[in-house]
């Protein structure tokens, strides 16, 4: 009987971010009788925080390191889209989430054109680069040096895409009172039962599978498990933020040599400002600057890789940073994975999981459901369609984590500009 030895389920997806939500979609569809466990809101951490580019892999053929990474990734984008077309076919329907940019641009501060000649060619791109023509450039690149090439890699709207795969699945996924809001009754790293607690609320939940997926948080669930933590790394950014009224959309990357100089997203805010956010090497090397001198070094970057684009014209101009690490599984010279990473237990019965990438959520659904297949003790006739029972309500419901800009502080232009050099 379902009671205090725990209500029977496949799968206990700990962790509601893009990786959560698509093994969730991913496993009810395989027939699966599956639940997310989310301690915070959906996607805080990384998830809301990402630029929501979906990779093809061309940022990954300028360093021939990367050309491993190229070829995994290549078919994200052409599946993305189709995923945002139709709701038919493998995977969650996300013809309800906003698709911010159909491509994204890429321009040079110096050789673009001969490494992309040389290496692009070598890696198996789905998604060839167009060089664009001047006349067709969009007005911010007008003044670029070099070549400007359009990539068929769109842009999604972060929140909307975690909202579209939630929408899909409110009946399973679970609040709890924070990461403290759940127990494990395990041996080994082996989860027996699972105590979820919200509120006054409390269920027991006997899984056949767990899969961790929180991001940051499977560090210290590895730990509260008895298992290595060391498994995972973090890559720090400092992320800088521009907004004002008058700034145009635009999503691209400006390269320099190897290295993505800035990578520029666009969103909209509730006021109807556009907000910049700004990554790539400015956000990896602003981790060891305070936020004004990130704010300095952003305004200072911009001038440098859009030099028509007059900043000071636009009166509101605000600026803002956030800091946010990137959760991995560890690699051995701590650079990024080259492809989604699981790491199973227990053939299965533990399966810790990380996306290396949000483009690449797809792929690592497909190994965590592989990773899990058959695990002995699934409730197997207990279909997905099975409802869950009535003391589920009891527990909350996770609504969608806040982008990081509605959080953040902001420094007039003026302000910036004026500051002492740090
Ligand atoms: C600034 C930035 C920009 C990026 N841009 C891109 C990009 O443009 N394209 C791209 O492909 N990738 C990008 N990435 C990488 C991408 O965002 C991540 O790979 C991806 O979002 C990781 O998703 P996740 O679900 O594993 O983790 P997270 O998004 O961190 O989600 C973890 C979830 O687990 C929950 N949680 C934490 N602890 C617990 C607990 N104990 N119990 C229950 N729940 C818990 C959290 O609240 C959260 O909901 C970017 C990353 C960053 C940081």
């Not at 001969?114 to 290496?119: I, T």
């Not at 010279?333 to 399966?351: F, M, N, Q, T, Y």
């Amino acid at each position: 009987m379902p009671g205090s030895d725990g209500h029977p389920v496949d799968l206990a997806v700990i962790g509601g971010g893009i990786a959560g939500l698509w093994i969730l979609d991913a496993a009810v569809r395989a027939g699966r009788n599956a639940i997310l466990i989310e301690a915070f809101e959906l996607g805080h951490g990384q998830s809301v925080a990402a630029q929501g580019i979906i990779h093809g892999g061309l940022k990954y053929t300028l360093r021939e390191r990367d050309l491993d990474a190229a070829g995994a990734i290549a078919d994200m984008p052409a599946f993305w889209r189709n995923r945002h077309e139709s709701g038919d076919g493998d995977g969650p329907d996300l013809r309800a989430a906003r698709m911010s940019a159909p491509c994204t641009w890429m321009w040079r501060t110096d050789s673009l054109a001969s490494r992309l000649g040389m290496l692009g060619a070598k890696a198996a791109l789905r998604t060839r680069p167009e060089t664009v023509p001047e006349g067709e450039r969009p007005p911010l690149l007008r003044a670029a040096s070099g070549a400007v090439l359009r990539v068929a890699e769109p842009v999604f709207d972060t929140r909307s895409v975690l909202g579209a795969i939630a929408a899909g699945h409110t009946d399973r996924i679970f609040g709890v009172d924070g990461p403290e809001g759940m127990e494990f009754a395990s041996a080994g790293g082996r989860v027996e039962r699972l105590i979820l607690r919200s509120g006054s609320g409390e269920v027991v939940v006997r899984p056949a599978s767990v899969v961790l997926a929180a991001g940051i948080g499977n560090e210290a669930l590895l730990a509260r498990l008895g298992l290595d933590a060391a498994v995972a790394q973090r890559r720090p950014l400092h992320m800088a933020l521009v907004r004002g009224r008058s700034l145009p959309e635009f999503h691209g990357h400006c390269v320099d040599g190897n290295k993505t100089r800035v990578t520029i997203t666009s969103a909209r805010d509730d006021a109807g400002r556009t907000i910049w956010q700004l990554g790539g090497d400015l956000a990896e090397r602003g981790v060891d600057r305070d936020d004004m001198a990130q704010r300095q070094a952003a305004s200072e970057e911009l001038r440098g890789v859009l030099p028509a684009f007059d900043l000071d014209r636009i009166d509101d101009l605000e600026w803002s940073s956030y800091r946010v690490d990137r959760a991995e599984r560890r690699t051995r010279a701590g650079l990024r994975p080259d492809d989604a990473e699981v790491i199973s237990l227990h053939d299965g019965r533990l399966v810790t999981a990380w996306p290396t990438k949000w483009a690449l959520a797809p792929r690592l659904a497909a190994a965590v459901l592989e990773a899990t297949e058959g695990v002995a003790g699934s409730t197997g006739d207990a279909s997905a369609s099975a409802e869950l029972p009535e003391v589920f309500e009891t527990l909350r419901r996770p609504g969608i984590a806040a982008f990081p800009w509605e959080e953040r502080s902001w420094t007039s232009h003026h302000d910036v500009v004026s500051a002492e050099p740090a």
